[in-house]
């Protein structure tokens, strides 16, 4: 700390030089035709990195109609979100491994990177993705860069930076659906040595689910957002400012009712105190009738301060971050128009970070990238549930500490003049701790726990380059996700002493990439095989006298297939793009899973002799939500047609096969392939300063579901399907008028 201290005090904080060195030494890095990543926290030509990466500028992510971080799942294939209701409640999968949990304490499994800020809780994520420059998908364990939350992948947002130059632009939409959305950004030179860039939005959108109970519409929020950044030069020192504020409200999406039976196969009546009025249960439905409206009030603060000392033979780089973010939220749990469950709660999350990076430049036979890492993160928690079934209700609050310590370092050598050998290595020490108040009692009952850990993780990997630009990798990766307590309701001194154990994995890939077309096209092929030993998942614990939802260790996973990026421009007026994944993610070991409901002997339902609780063995099975394929095309086209303006027009098509919703593989929570295709025509001006468009999401109305729930239960017999419906899980429309200089 003490170090960390003394940098901060002498050179204020750090981004990365060494990339702008490396960019500078490797002109072939500013050509128009690469795409630049720092999926190895330097600048490189993505077809030099042995990465399986996906990297989506602005113009891709304008033609996929990308406008909030949910909607990244249009570009990238190997990517899933798991709806959850809210921001807190959502969960990034890649290549069918993600982290969904009730506890306050568990990390993600896919680590979301901002400007070099790693979040912290991935509900932070979900919201609108402004002023990028480009967002890149990095796909498997990235742990001995990026830590000890990346087990599964990372996803890094790189927003713009000032220029030397003034520039700026406005943009407005407006929806068939009601949503309203302005954004601008403006940046330029504050003097020869300063740079600043200023952006921001807000936006209106009204919602798309009616409550029929209060006559009101749900699935809709308001937000708004600022971000600036300044960069100062001070001869061979870079220092940049970075700080983006955020607020939002949202009604959150309740589900709605896609199946209710109300007649058994006999005949009798069945279901009879749902009241239906109104309502048409279906894959189309979007009305419900619940006592409370469901609501969320988000706001964010994320600071950061970087610094860059070129030292002739490397570059020092600082990075010091600040991140706060507090989301409230009210949820009709029971969503009836019966006053029987609802849900307050709420969360602040606050992390300080400290990254110390020494990069030397990439020329030369020898690089290498060393670093030190600190974080101290708490995330607080209170919880409140009132019911009319006593059972059920609770009152608590909770803290939970985290602080992390590491030293990494990757190290490249030239084997020969077209093979490279890169090595890396991480060690992660953390310690986490945690407080729980119960207070359903006149004097709350109180746990504590604390405890640490240390883990190595690691890479090798092994690069040849080829003739005309062709360049094959084979890598090995370990990763690694910390012990995490189960912060949620039921939370004794039992789950205090004993924390889910870290989750361990090791991934194997062979990756080909290259250009083509004379350099017009390229693209990357990457094949992979990942085993996951002791995933944490939430399960339910039926060793105890009344069985309840715990987070576990549910034994061992693997997940393997082919993914494939391409895109070929050719000609100024015309790109293409597309991916696919082919993606088998399965259970390995799961011996003591729960059953779901009517799930028979036959169908592999079985008492357990201890416990006397039924169980099924879930190996072999599928995870969930993982389509096993699913691929997107796309396209950005213009033509001139005036000497004033060109017409132009993007889109783009997303299709996947079926997935199945419960881990439990219960059939009725299939939901069945799908494809989704978008659409934008307009007209610009021929500098690109001006833009007028019509766009249409979800263009030949295809009805899907990003959740679908089975509530049948003895009280609710036969059958009762929830589903939670997108945004675009209709067809709408829309106007953007875009301005710049």
């Not at 002799?609 to 072999?620: E, H, I, K, S, W």
């Not at 000497?643 to 439990?664: E, I, K, R, T």
Request: net charge negative; glycine share 8%.
């Amino acid at each position: 700390m003490a170090l960390l201290a003394a940098f901060v005090a002498t050179t204020a904080s750090a981004q990365v030089s060494a990339q702008n060195t490396q960019a500078d030494e490797d002109p072939d890095l500013n050509a128009g035709d690469v795409i630049v990543v720092t999926a190895q926290k330097r600048e490189q030509d993505i077809l030099e990195v042995p990465v399986a990466v996906s990297a989506i500028d602005e113009d891709r992510l304008d033609a996929a109609q990308v406008n909030n971080f949910e909607d990244l799942t249009n570009v990238s294939p190997s990517l899933t979100i798991t709806a959850g209701g809210s921001q807190a409640g959502h969960t990034v999968v890649l290549r069918g491994v993600g982290t969904f949990s009730f506890s306050t304490a568990v990390e993600p499994s896919v680590l979301v990177v901002v400007d070099d800020v790693a979040l912290l809780q991935s509900g932070q994520a979900f919201s609108s993705i402004t002023d990028p420059q480009r967002v890149e998908v990095l796909r498997g364990p990235q742990g001995t860069l990026f830590g000890k939350s990346a087990s599964a992948g990372v996803i890094n947002i790189v927003t713009r930076d000032p220029t030397d130059y003034f520039t700026g632009y406005a943009q407005a939409y407006i929806t068939t659906d009601e949503e309203h959305r302005v954004e601008a950004a403006l940046s330029g030179p504050i003097t020869d040595t300063t740079g600043f860039r200023l952006s921001g939005y807000y936006s209106d959108f009204q919602g798309y689910i009616t409550n029929l109970t209060n006559r009101t519409t749900l699935g809709g929020d308001e937000a708004w957002g600022l971000r600036g950044k300044v960069t100062q030069e001070f001869g061979n020192l870079d220092l940049t400012l970075i700080a983006d504020y955020g607020e939002s409200t949202d009604s959150q999406l309740p589900d709605t009712y896609l199946r209710v039976d109300q007649v058994t196969s006999t005949g009798a009546p069945a279901n009879r105190n749902y009241d239906l009025r109104g309502i048409e249960p279906g894959p189309a439905n979007n009305v419900v009738r619940n006592d409370t409206d469901r609501f969320g009030a988000s706001d964010q603060l994320l600071t950061a301060f970087k610094a860059d000392l070129d030292l002739g033979f490397a570059t020092l780089s600082s990075i010091t971050s600040w991140q706060d973010w507090t989301y409230d939220s009210t949820n009709d749990q029971d969503g009836t128009a019966r006053p029987e469950i609802r849900q307050d709660t709420t969360y602040n999350a606050r992390q300080f970070a400290q990254e110390l990076r020494l990069t030397s430049p990439s020329s030369g036979v020898f690089d290498y990238i060393l670093g030190l890492y600190f974080a101290d993160g708490t995330t607080d928690r209170s919880f409140l549930r009132t019911t009319t079934i006593p059972p059920l209700r609770q009152n608590w609050d909770s803290t939970a500490d985290t602080t992390s310590y590491a030293a990494f370092a990757q190290l490249g050598y030239d084997l020969s003049e077209d093979t490279l050998l890169t090595v890396g290595a991480r060690y992660n020490y953390e310690e986490i701790g945690v407080f729980f108040s119960d207070m359903r009692t006149a004097v709350p009952v109180q746990y504590t726990g604390n405890d640490s850990e240390g883990a190595f993780t690691g890479k090798v990997a092994l690069q040849q380059f080829f003739g005309d630009g062709l360049m094959a990798f084979a890598s090995v990766a370990t990763g690694y996700k910390g012990q995490a307590y189960d912060i949620s309701s039921g939370f004794d001194q039992r789950r205090a002493d004993n924390p889910i154990r870290s989750e361990d994995s090791i991934a194997y890939e062979v990756g080909l990439s290259g250009r083509l077309f004379n350099g017009d096209g390229q693209f990357q092929l990457v094949g992979f095989w990942t085993d996951y030993d002791d995933f944490q998942a939430q399960g339910v614990n039926a060793q105890l006298l009344a069985p309840q939802f715990e987070l576990t260790n549910v034994g061992k996973l693997r997940t393997r297939g082919v993914e494939l990026e391409t895109q070929y421009s050719p000609s100024d007026r015309l790109s293409l793009f597309g991916s696919a994944a082919y993606v088998d993610a399965r259970i390995r070991e799961f011996p003591d899973a729960q059953c779901y409901f009517g799930q028979t002997a036959a169908q592999g339902c079985v008492v357990d002799p201890v416990t006397r609780q039924p169980v099924q063995d879930l190996a072999g099975e599928r995870l969930s939500n993982s389509p096993e394929f699913k691929f997107n095309v796309g396209f950005d086209a213009n033509y001139p047609i005036h000497p004033d303006f060109n017409l132009f027009a993007q889109g783009n098509y997303v299709w996947q096969s079926d997935v199945n919703f419960a881990l439990s593989q219960d059939p009725l929570s299939v939901q069945e392939s799908y494809g989704i295709a978008n659409l934008a025509v307009g007209v610009e001006g021929p500098e690109e300063n001006w833009r007028v468009s019509v766009f249409v999401n979800n263009l030949f109305d295809e009805a899907y579901a990003a959740r679908i729930i089975n509530d049948t239960n003895p009280r609710n017999n036969p059958f009762v399907l929830t589903q939670q419906l997108p945004r675009n899980y209709a067809r709408y429309g829309g106007i953007r008028v875009r301005v710049g200089f």
